[in-house]
């Protein structure tokens, strides 16, 4: 079955410091990758996605994401965290053709300290 | 920029009672769907909705949840017969396409069951 995991459940970070969530997923094809964030009492917010083409995708917010087929895997990163980026973060697959549904993982929870 | 805006924002309803969550998605959207996320838990697939018709939903989808889409604007989940582990955040998602056109999310609507 598909799936996607999110090995880290809480990560606290320095402002200024450079931040990596992981993101791994299991699924024969290639999917359609996602990251979401969700400010709290918000709803999700899309920060990026992967279809096709360059591995390496740019997002708002100053977000990327980077996919590695052989590790299954769709990190996200950022070169430097502000304190509103404190959040949780969502990883999420569309398996594609004709199924639309998204597979999230469970989330990572990002604190910044000051 | 559109938004996918749901009401209410938080709904509470004694156990077995009708409850109907409503959701307005983006205007040129065509494919809606609906989603839960169980308080500490991961977002789980409910439902997506195209062309007036259920086209995919999930075993959590069973005979007390049902979706219409009443007219030209709205997007309505109604559970019949709720219980307790209904409690939950309920997202409302739409997306112009399926698969590869990322889903735009609303805030959610919390429902408490008493």
């Known amino acids: 079955a598909q799936s996607v995991t999110q090995p880290d459940i809480h990560i606290t970070v320095s402002e200024g410091a450079s931040l990596e969530l992981r993101c791994n997923y299991s699924?024969?094809?290639?999917?359609?990758l996602f990251w979401y964030v969700q400010s709290p009492g918000q709803g999700l917010q899309l920060l990026l996605k992967y279809f096709s083409g360059d591995t390496l995708v740019q997002g708002i917010k100053g977000f990327e994401a980077e996919f590695k087929r052989s590790q299954s895997s769709f990190n996200l990163r950022k070169p430097s965290v502000h304190w509103s980026d404190a959040a949780e973060y969502f990883c999420a697959v569309a398996p594609g053709g004709s199924q639309g549904n998204l597979i999230f993982g469970k989330g990572t929870k990002l604190s910044v300290k000051p | 920029e559109p938004e996918v805006t749901q009401t209410p924002s938080h709904q509470v309803t004694q156990m077995g009672q009708e409850v109907i969550l409503r959701c307005v998605p983006i205007s040129n959207h065509l494919y809606f769907y609906w989603y839960r996320q169980i308080l500490g838990q991961k977002v789980e697939f409910l439902v997506s909705?195209?062309?007036?018709?259920?086209?995919?939903k999930s075993e959590i989808f069973d005979d007390q949840f049902s979706v219409e889409r009443p007219d030209g604007s709205n997007f309505t989940l109604k559970i019949r017969s709720t219980k307790l582990e209904d409690s939950a955040m309920y997202f409302c998602?739409?997306?112009?396409?399926?698969?590869?056109?990322?889903?735009?999310f609303g805030d959610g609507t919390r429902l408490s069951i008493l």
């Open positions: 699924y024969g094809a290639t999917p359609y």
């Open positions: 998602a739409s997306s112009r396409t399926e698969g590869h056109q990322p889903q735009h």
């Open positions: 909705f195209y062309n007036n018709e259920i086209s995919e």
